[in-house]
């Protein structure tokens, strides 16, 4: 069966530095997703991309988030200048359609940011 | 942010018993409603979903029945087995959300005993 994949798995960066996480979806999924989780709490929506563009945002998502598909198989989420509290785990997931259709995720990456 | 939630941080069920997991949402104009499983290390896994014009919903061994006036559904897995032992997450979607957003709720780890 068809997988997310996310490298990498574990990410250790120091606080102020530019991380990038990246997520290779389905291939056929037009719908894409980044959520987080923090150390015993909720999953949380972060961002989704549709169409090259961001269709939905969090306010967790402020402007040292970034999206971008660079190519057609990548989609990756850029942390401009880590802070302590980005440190989670972060997964990425994917739709073929909008509506209707459950979320199907990665195994997550963890950061960590000391 | 409390629109969906679990009640229940943790439940454990011998072997071959029924689990019923359970989850409340505020916002009325959900009208898709999901469960994940999540092990250890790995993402959240779509188990199953339901539409808000259906009451049941079921695929093998498990069954979810959603109840729109009092805004509750369950998760019924029967007979539950010790694979099932895992972190179920109840996740809402649609209206006023958006689909591109899916809530998750905080989880219920469910322990299946032999």
């Known amino acids: 069966e068809p997988e997310v994949t996310q490298t990498p798995s574990h990410q250790v960066t120091q606080m102020g530095q530019e991380v990038i996480l990246r997520c290779v979806p389905i291939?056929?999924?037009?719908?894409f997703y980044w959520y987080r989780q923090i150390l015993g709490q909720k999953v949380e929506f972060l961002v989704s991309?549709?169409?090259?563009?961001?269709?939905?945002k969090s306010e967790i998502f402020d402007d040292q988030f970034s999206v971008e598909r660079p190519d057609g198989s990548n989609f990756t989420l850029k942390i401009r200048s880590t802070k302590l509290e980005d440190s989670a785990m972060y997964f990425c997931?994917?739709?073929?359609?909008?509506?209707?259709?459950?979320?199907?995720f990665g195994n997550g990456t963890r950061l960590t940011v000391t | 942010d409390q629109q969906v939630k679990q009640n229940s941080p943790s439940l454990s069920v011998q072997e071959g018993r029924i689990s019923i997991l359970n989850c409340d949402y505020t916002?009325?104009?959900?009208?898709?409603f999901l469960w994940y499983k999540k092990y250890p290390a790995e993402g959240p896994t779509f188990l199953i979903s339901?539409?808000?014009?259906?009451d049941k919903n079921e695929d093998g061994r498990f069954t979810v029945f959603l109840n729109k006036s009092a805004k509750h559904l369950s998760l019924h897995i029967v007979p539950s087995q010790p694979g099932d032992s895992a972190v179920y997450f109840c996740?809402?979607?649609?209206?006023?959300?958006?689909?591109?957003?899916?809530?998750f709720g905080p989880g219920t780890s469910l322990s299946v005993i032999p």
């Open positions: 997931a994917s739709t073929p359609d909008r509506v209707g259709s459950p979320l199907h």
């Open positions: 291939s056929n999924h037009l719908y």
């Open positions: 991309f549709y169409n090259n563009e961001i269709s939905e």
């Open positions: 916002n009325s104009m959900f009208d898709y």
């Open positions: 339901i539409s808000s014009i259906k």
């Open positions: 996740a809402a979607s649609g209206g006023k959300t958006s689909y591109d957003k899916v809530i």
